[in-house]
């Protein structure tokens, strides 16, 4: 009981400071709030988007610094890692409806029939489900096995708490103006909950099933677990740093949006990890002093590819997101510049975080830990 206490308690820590560190900020910056809770949001205001050559540099310096390792082994590991999950059992029931779904809804969404009009603003969520099912039976297909069927009352608590975690970053997005959403100035404000929480819901399922998809690829684990030098990282002052380095970005973010807004990607994650690590708990980053990086490579890929899915779907979708981000507004691909693409890793990452959390709750292996598709006869790169 006192485990399960200290496990909810680091995850309300953490809502708790992402909700009241921005609004104290706007308080001492002598800003008005007003703007910043509107429900629904109103459009970001205009000119916060720009193209800066120092600031796309240090923007990529900074994706570069934490990855380069990580791109190194897996240069490596060419020819080691087969990036593509073998297919040695046989499709479930639901492959073929899923698949059919799949084209369905993204055929709904890119086209403006008139007879789909009135549906056409909801097919995030549909289009979602459906790419979900189909992770999962790919997944069966390679393995026999998905999280879908393997721990289903642990998948269905991902729904839910994926919405929660994405509600933070939009509240998040209220004082760093990164993105708003086209055609849903319809919504009343009930409709708009409704229907964003049923497109959130979507966000954690199809990220843990991409990264055991991940994971399934032949050679995967072991290239990247343990064969990194193990190391002593002094997690508790690290983590001290993380959270006051992380709220002390929230807290002026409201007024400084253009210099502090990739702590809106960074700060929860930080916070969070940062929090379980005082506590004593176990986190996403364990592993690594033990070599091993299969995990958290896997997470930042998979929330990579899932990234892709998004930003490509909802290019000519009808309710739509567009972005506004300060000093990379360049070289775009589909809606979102193509430096945006790093804030991926890090949510990566927080996806993984707060997945292993509801696993270590829930009693339920952490994802990757089984039904990996590792071929045991592969070595790893020297």
């Known amino acids: 009981m006192a485990k399960l206490l200290l496990r909810l308690l680091v995850i309300s820590g953490v ?40 600031g796309a540099g240090v923007i990529l310096a900074l994706i570069l610094a934490p990855i380069s390792p990580f791109l190194i082994w ?25 698949f059919l779904g799949l084209g369905f809804f993204w055929l709904i969404a890119w086209t403006r029939f008139p007879c789909f009009a009135g549906f056409q603003k909801y097919t995030f969520t549909p289009l979602w489900l459906s790419f979900i099912l189909c992770l999962n039976a790919r997944l069966v297909r390679a393995s026999g096995s998905c999280p879908l069927t393997h721990h289903p009352a642990w998948y269905a608590a991902l729904f839910p708490l994926s919405a929660l975690l994405w509600w933070m ?70 983590a001290f740093f993380a959270v006051l380095f992380s709220a002390l970005g929230l807290f002026v973010l409201p007024a400084h949006p253009r210099e502090f807004y990739p702590m809106l990607w960074l700060a929860p994650g930080l916070l969070f990890i940062g929090l379980q690590a005082l506590v004593g708990e176990e ?76 696993s270590v709750l829930m009693g339920v292996p952490a994802p990757g830990t089984k039904n990996s598709g590792d071929d045991p006869t592969v070595t790893s790169p020297s």
């Open 15 to 54: 809502l708790g400071l992402v909700l009241a560190l921005p609004v104290a900020g706007v308080a001492v910056a002598g800003l008005e709030l007003g703007p910043y809770l509107v429900f629904p949001p109103r459009p970001a205001p205009s000119g916060m988007e720009s193209w800066s050559w120092f």
């Open 74 to 98: 897996t240069y490596r590991a060419r020819g080691i890692v087969r990036w593509w999950p073998i297919a040695a059992h046989p499709w479930p029931a639901w492959a073929a409806p899923s």
């Open 283 to 358: 986190h996403v980053l364990s592993a690594s002093p033990r070599g091993d990086f299969s995990g958290l490579w896997s997470a930042a890929l998979a929330a990579l590819a899932c990234g892709f899915f998004w930003e490509m779907w909802n290019l000519h979708s009808l309710a739509r997101w567009v972005y506004h981000v300060p000093w990379v507004q360049r070289f775009r691909v589909f809606e979102m510049p193509l430096l945006g693409y790093g804030g991926y890793l890090p949510f990566g990452v927080e996806c993984a975080a707060f997945a292993g959390w509801l």
């Open 169 to 238: 970053f939009e509240f998040l997005n209220r004082f760093a103006g990164n993105w708003s959403y086209e055609n849903v100035e319809q919504f009343s404000a009930g409709e708009y909950a409704l229907h964003c929480t049923l497109a959130f819901s979507t966000v954690l399922p199809a990220f843990v099933a991409m990264q055991e998809l991940v994971l399934s690829c032949p050679g995967f684990k072991s290239a990247f677990s343990g064969h990194a030098p193990a190391f002593k990282i002094p997690f508790r002052p690290l």
